[in-house]
Nanobody
């Protein structure tokens, strides 16, 4: 089992920044990819960014956040999502997720991820 706990959400004005954190625990050695997703009211959950857990270098971003968001990890099993130049349309509940598929690549489909955090609310005011 892998446990994921997000933090760092909040209310910010358009153009501002936030950094989300996702602390992983449990069988972290089984993690292959970490991703961030978001879900706005009335919309489906969508991919935001993903990162190869072991290299920390292979990343994937949704077109809507390229150049504004950055995913990274530290040596203490925490993944971050730095969000800059935030827009009202970035308002959503943000979830981190772990893919434990052996040899899997960074993907943008929710079904590829096995474990999910509880989510953290991000609200961007105009």
């Amino acid at each position: 089992q892998v446990q994921l706990v997000e933090s760092g959400g909040g209310l910010v004005q358009a153009g501002g920044s936030l950094r989300l954190s996702c602390a992983a625990s449990g069988r972290t050695f089984s993690i292959n990819v970490m991703g961030w997703f978001r879900q706005a009211p009335g919309k489906e959950r969508e991919f935001v960014a993903g990162l190869n857990w072991w290299s920390g270098r292979m990343t994937l971003y949704a077109d809507s956040v390229k150049g504004r968001f950055a995913i990274s990890r530290d040596v203490k099993n925490t993944v971050y999502l730095q969000m800059n130049s935030l827009k009202p349309e970035d308002t959503a509940v943000y979830y981190c997720a772990a893919d434990t598929t052996l040899g899997g690549t960074v993907g943008g489909t929710a079904a590829e991820y096995d474990y999910w955090g509880q989510g953290t609310q991000v609200t961007v005011s105009s």
